[in-house]
């Protein structure tokens, strides 16, 4: 259940991202299917997170010590992007247009998802 309460926490923090953000799209011929596309698009960012981000940080910690974890930033923005390539690869209608979409995407979105986390109880969230 803590699975799909963040799913769904993701997905509309994705849909937040799609509203401020200019360059990151998500389309639909109609509600559901768009909503379907955030929650899939989410899934994929989680997946995407959950793989890739460990084995960033232990490979680049140089970069995040030197930056004091500014490289935390281009580093998000750039797992933005791949969520986009694999979006598009899926045939989603999710598009990022470019880094500078990707980076701001990105910080929106983990403030947005943590703005959300706060407002949820932790018991539906599965703590």
Known sequence: MGFLIRLVITAVALWITTLIVPGVEVGGRSGATTALT??????IFGVVNAVLKPVIKVVGCVFY?????LFALV??????LLTDRIARALDLPFQVDGFWAAFWGAIVMAVATWLISIVVPDRLEGR
């Open 38 to 43: 955030l929650v899939v698009v989410a899934l």
């Open 65 to 69: 010590l030197l930056t004091l974890g």
């Open 75 to 80: 580093v998000n923005a750039l797992l933005f």
